[in-house]
Nanobody, 124 residues
Framework: QVQLVESGGGLVQPGESLTLSCVASGFTADYWSIGWFRQAPGKEEREGVSCISFYNSDKYYARSVKGRFTISRDNDKNTAYLQMNSLKPEDTGVYYC????????????????WGQGTQVSVSS
């Protein structure tokens, strides 16, 4: 069973930065990807933020974070990172990482396994 552990959330002021980490374990796969999603306060749906393939160079960003967020990976550690710069109040939410076998996508329904989430709050 795939296990995902997120870390790195916190409370920051607008314009500041945070880096989230997602460690994946408990699986065997040659072709897999990690996606980052967020759920804003009061909303039921999870929004795709960024995703990265662990077997090719594919990576994608939501339009709302492009140019501010950077996704990266460490294959040896089965870890994905999300560096978030120039944070805005609208970036506030619970951030989840998720695992899928196959290509990276920003669709939550494409992912089978999810972490417990980490809270990111951006407020002055």
């Amino acid at each position: 069973q795939v296990q995902l552990v997120e870390s790195g959330g916190g409370l920051v002021q607008p314009g500041e930065s945070l880096t989230l980490s997602c460690v994946a374990s408990g699986f065997t796969a040659d072709y897999w990807s990690i996606g980052w999603f967020r759920q804003a306060p009061g909303k039921e749906e999870r929004e795709g933020v960024s995703c990265i393939s662990f077997y090719n160079s594919d990576k994608y960003y939501a339009r709302s974070v492009k140019g501010r967020f950077t996704i990266s990976r460490d294959n040896d550690k089965n870890t994905a990172y999300l560096q978030m710069n120039s944070l805005k109040p609208e970036d506030t939410g619970v951030y989840y990482c998720a695992f899928r076998r196959g290509a990276a996508t920003l669709l939550p329904t494409d992912y089978n396994d999810w972490g417990q989430g980490t809270q990111v709050s951006v407020s002055s």
